[in-house]
């Protein structure tokens, strides 16, 4: 292994263990903020099961179970943008660029306002992941997820899937409308166990298979022919990957709604302090997992006790830093 090799490996670490603790301070500072202000020492003490009752109960039933839903629901989208970008070759190629995230979002609006379809909105939002990515990936015809044709389609489908969310919300009771508004806007208020679990385990499938499969994803830096040459099963590999980034998508959609940016940005951050030429799906899920979290903790304290939802904060941060990535030059391996 070459000097360079070396460093390389040895930046990759310390930028993991650097997002890791940024990580693991969020955390901290989610269950330590709100309208009843805990101390870490506190906190701390409430997650061992020691301490006041008060404070376990806030701690456990009220903030902990939040946190682990903006932990996996931030990290599952920050995987699923890493290996759309490295599948497509283009920064913007993310879920909520390409519609899945808001054809995720129709779907479980349709089971939530009661139009006659029984299936759990978990369920749901998986299933409109999976048609907008079929849909994407069939109008981009010969190009598959390569060029701006296949984001090009996947805009146009975000756009109808929009459009007939907000038709279903306009056609329905007011209480219902309301049940459904947090899918529409992006919030962790009140996830249930359930979704979280199953958003736990398709995070921890797709993390796992996407792992396996590291080496071949990072030969998607060089020319088709390149890739080939190297014994890559291209075709087999963008199936596999848009797979999984549809059950990743779809888990989280089905817990947070549409929260924009975050697989952008977690993403693009992620290959900023990692080593070069490599697909960097730790930091990717350390980095989204940390923005998350973090902008609903903003969200949930700033104007306390009003909530804005994750949602808002992420578009609103998020915003000047997608202005800047598309105005930085492009990298050599991410046109």
Do not use: K
């Amino acid at each position: 292994m070459t000097r360079t090799a070396l460093f390389s490996n040895r930046r990759t670490v310390i930028a993991n263990t650097v997002l890791l603790l940024a990580m693991l301070t969020v955390v901290l500072a989610s269950l330590a903020m709100g309208t009843l202000h805990i101390p870490p020492d506190q906190v701390v003490h409430a997650l061992l099961g020691q301490g006041d009752p008060l404070t376990r109960m806030v701690v456990h039933d009220l903030r902990l179970q939040r946190s682990i839903a903006g932990l996996a629901s931030g990290a599952a989208l920050a995987v699923a943008g890493c290996v759309m970008q490295s599948l497509a070759r283009n920064r913007l190629a993310t879920p909520g660029i390409i519609g899945i995230d808001n054809a995720a979002t129709a779907f479980a609006v349709a089971s939530v306002v009661g139009t006659g379809i029984a299936l759990a909105p978990s369920t749901m939002a998986l299933v409109g992941a999976a048609t907008a990515t079929a849909l994407a990936f069939g109008l981009a015809g010969a190009n598959g997820t390569r060029g701006y044709r296949f984001i090009i389609a996947g805009l146009g489908i975000g756009a109808i899937a929009g459009a007939i969310t907000q038709l279903m919300l306009s056609q329905v009771a007011i209480d219902d409308a309301n049940a459904a508004y947090p899918w529409t806007v992006g919030s962790l208020n009140s996830r249930d166990r359930t979704s979280i679990l199953i958003l736990s385990a398709g995070l921890l499938t797709g993390y796992l298979c996407l792992q396996a499969l590291a080496r071949s994803l990072n030969a998607l830096q060089f020319s088709d022919p390149v890739a080939v040459a190297l014994g890559i099963r291209l075709r087999t590999l963008r199936v596999i990957g848009l797979s999984l980034s549809v059950l990743l998508t779809g888990c989280a959609v089905a817990v947070c709604g549409p929260v924009g940016l975050i697989a952008l940005i977690a993403p693009e951050l992620a290959r900023t302090v990692c080593r070069p030429g490599r697909m960097p799906i730790t930091a990717s899920a350390l980095a989204g997992a940390t923005l998350m979290l973090a902008a609903d903790t903003i969200g949930r304290t700033l104007f306390s006790p009003l909530e804005v939802p994750v949602g808002v904060i992420t578009a609103i941060l998020g915003s000047p830093y997608l202005l800047w990535i598309l105005l930085r030059p492009a990298n050599r391996s991410m046109r």
